[in-house]
DNA sequence: GATATAACCTAAGGGCTCTAGGAAAGGGGT
DNA sequence: ACCCCTTTCCTAGAGCCCTTAGGTTATATC
């Protein structure tokens, strides 16, 4: 009794963590909420319309958690912080955060509610400045910081390393090479060709 | 006329280019190769199993597009050959390239049979032999490595670069960066808690 | 020529998405 | 007290997809 969009969505996340953001489906949701299927319609336009929020949800938590991580800390312990933060949520709620990365359209009045987008980059900025660098040089830094820290949590999840040697290991010493990369960024790009 | 499991997996993959990888539906190849759906199962046994083929498919072209532009390269030049032909890949097949990054079971029998995942180890291995790295630190290269060139392509694909600078000067960058950080590999990890 | 095998078919069950239209319950105004 | 409206959930049903079972045809084998 008594749903809503929110209810509906967050069921789906808690969906997409237990069995993978491909299996949320209506009629799983729908099941778990004890209804019909046709009754979320009054709620959640479509199937990509629900999976739109989950990521808009999980994007809002995931920066929630970063910035809790983050508060009061600066250079190489924000840098830490801030990784950790990003991977620990990968790991506890791997279907929400498959859910940030999955490229699909959002209903745009959705996305212009949700603050989880913009103050995660906002976030990621100030917590880089430390590191003094200038545009476009600041730029650069933060995408290649979002791309190594996604990159390595999907690998990771996609169980692309061998069990070798414990992932964990290889993610402090990333962790130490991003610091000592940001620390003294390449002053100017060599003008080789790179295509 | 003449199904076999490799023109199913072909046409798969070119769908999964077209359309994206979850869309590829055993109906959808059915209809491409102008055969009833039920056809299908006499050579692959499912959409699961469909879906790892092109994988294997996918990682096989894959090293093959790495390897032939790194072969004769050394130190920087190999890197930055290595990095460019996995993003060509990956912007050239975006639904074959996201198959091999999809987490899933594949039928043992058939990876037994691939030779791409395993040949991109080794290739890899052996395109940082010229930063002169010993084990571990060798290990949590190509770990740190895969990691950002996947992350990056990802979050491109998934318009997570806005539009403001371009993604080619970043990529530019990042190699640089990247080529840097293994000059200068850390020397020892600095015992910091990470957790 | 008889038989086995492979390649493809039709038929059918069951799950999922989504639309259309209906019943029941609560609130507001008169 | 009554009516109406809105909200919330329902049933019914069309359409697509996955998958299995069992049949048909053509080709290869003996």
């Known amino acids: 009794m008594g749903l809503t969009a929110e209810r509906v969505t967050l069921v789906g996340a808690e969906l997409a963590d237990e069995v993978g953001l491909e299996h949320v489906t209506m009629s799983a949701v729908a099941r778990r909420l004890g209804v019909k299927d046709a009754s979320l319609y009054a709620h959640v336009r479509n199937l990509d319309d629900l999976r739109g929020r989950i990521a808009l949800l999980a994007a809002d938590e995931k920066t929630v958690r970063i910035a809790e991580a983050t508060a009061g800390r600066a250079g190489r312990d924000a840098l830490v912080a801030y990784a950790n ?29 949700a603050t989880g987008p913009r103050r995660a ?66 002053a100017h790009p060599t003008e080789g060709d790179s295509t």
Chains 1, 2 share one sequence.
Do not use: K
């Open 85 to 113: 933060a990003w991977r620990a949520y990968a790991h506890e709620c791997p279907g929400r955060y498959t859910a940030t990365q999955t490229p699909m359209e959002i209903d745009p009045e959705l996305v212009a509610r």
């Open 121 to 186: 980059i906002e976030l990621t900025y100030r917590m880089l400045r430390a590191y003094e660098l200038d545009e476009p040089d600041l730029t650069d830094a933060v995408r290649l910081l979002r791309s190594t820290l996604h990159g390595f949590v999907s690998l990771e999840a996609a169980g692309g390393f061998a069990h070798a040697r414990p992932a964990e290991a290889t993610w402090a010493r990333s962790l130490d090479a991003l610091h000592t990369l940001l620390e003294n960024w390449p």
